[in-house]
């Protein structure tokens, strides 16, 4: 059994940063990539970025140079650093995680999602 549990969203203005956190726990012999969706209601899930176990780095356009993800592999642990939110970066985003767990299988987990909501 493999939990996935986000932190970190709220409320903030135009302009303003959030940091995400997400935590896998559970029966967990190792973690590939980490990554972070979001998804507005009445649309598909996006891809926001992604992290491999080595820490190289993936971002949908619509972020680079503004959020940054990264990841401690002994906490089980990724970020998502946003800066200079803009409404459009509203949504409830989702943490995923790539898991080999104890007997060798490997599947994609996926928390419950953490609100961002950036108004004014």
């Known amino acids: 059994q493999v939990q996935v549990v986000e932190s970190g969203g709220g409320l903030v203005q135009p302009g303003g940063s959030l940091r995400l956190s997400c935590t896998a726990s559970?029966?967990?012999?190792?973690?590939?990539?980490m990554g972070w969706y979001r998804q507005v209601t009445g649309k598909q899930r996006e891809l926001v970025a992604t992290i491999t176990s080595g820490g190289s780095s993936n971002y949908a356009d619509s972020v680079k140079g503004r959020f940054t993800i990264s990841r401690d592999n002994a906490k089980n642990t990724v970020y998502l650093q946003m800066s200079s939110l803009s409404p459009e970066d509203t949504a409830l985003y989702y943490c995923?995680?790539?898991?080999?767990?104890?007997?060798?299988?490997?599947?994609?987990?996926w928390g419950r999602g953490t609100q961002v909501t950036v108004s004014s």
């Open positions: 559970g029966s967990i012999l190792g973690i590939y990539a």
């Open positions: 995923n995680a790539d898991v080999q767990d104890y007997i060798f299988r490997r599947n994609g987990y």
